[in-house]
């Protein structure tokens, strides 16, 4: 028999995949829409105070982690194959709807947010759920933006300055997207919130 599947071993990748409930369904759009609206009070923050940053404007990308937080808070409290790119997407879908700039791309940067932290899941065989693997998920999902930034929105830039942008985006990625996420997984457990899932264990 399978140690993936003797009673008590770890379960494995595809018993995870097929063991989706209803709730997980649920909470999943839950999280997807509330942070949908987030990303979407987000971006108008972000396009308000970027006139602050004009004599230096790589520096902004220290508060781009807050994109970061939908894919990996998914997969943290979740934890089944697919929760990361499931919030990522939906919660970018509903910021789009909202009026979020860059219309059907934000659904595509959501994609590559919620797929890069959940390939870290996976590596980790969905059996690691602490603050490193967080952060891990986290600086994942900030590659995203760091590189299409680079190549479409800063390309007149110089190789200095979207240097130190992509490396300040990775680091509010691991740091928000990571680290609150973590934080924000264990707070919903201790709050009782998280009662159906393992996360409510730690």
Do not use: C
Request: glycine share 14%.
């Amino acid at each position: 028999m399978d140690t993936a599947t003797r009673p008590g071993a770890t379960p494995g990748v595809l018993e995870l995949a097929r063991s989706w409930r209803t709730v997980d369904l649920v909470v999943a759009a839950v999280i997807g829409v509330t942070m949908g609206v987030v990303f979407w009070v987000w971006g108008l923050l972000w396009a308000a105070t970027g006139p602050l940053f004009a004599v230096f404007p790589p520096a902004q990308a220290l508060f781009y982690g807050v994109w970061m937080l939908a894919g990996v808070l998914g997969g943290l409290v979740i934890r089944k194959p697919g929760a990361t790119v499931m919030t990522s997407v939906a919660a970018a879908a509903v910021s789009m709807m909202l009026g979020a700039q860059g219309g059907v791309t934000v659904v595509f940067m959501g994609l590559g947010q919620g797929l890069l932290p959940e390939l870290v899941f996976l590596a980790l065989r969905y059996r690691y759920w602490n603050m490193g693997a967080a952060i891990l998920a986290g600086a994942a999902a900030g590659l995203t933006p760091a590189v299409r930034d680079a190549l479409v929105d800063h390309v007149t830039w110089q190789l200095s300055h979207n240097l130190i942008y992509g490396g300040l985006v990775l680091f509010s990625a691991a740091l928000v997207g990571g680290v609150g996420a973590r934080l924000l997984t264990t707070a919903l457990a201790r709050a009782g919130a998280l009662t159906p899932f393992a996360s409510a264990r730690g």
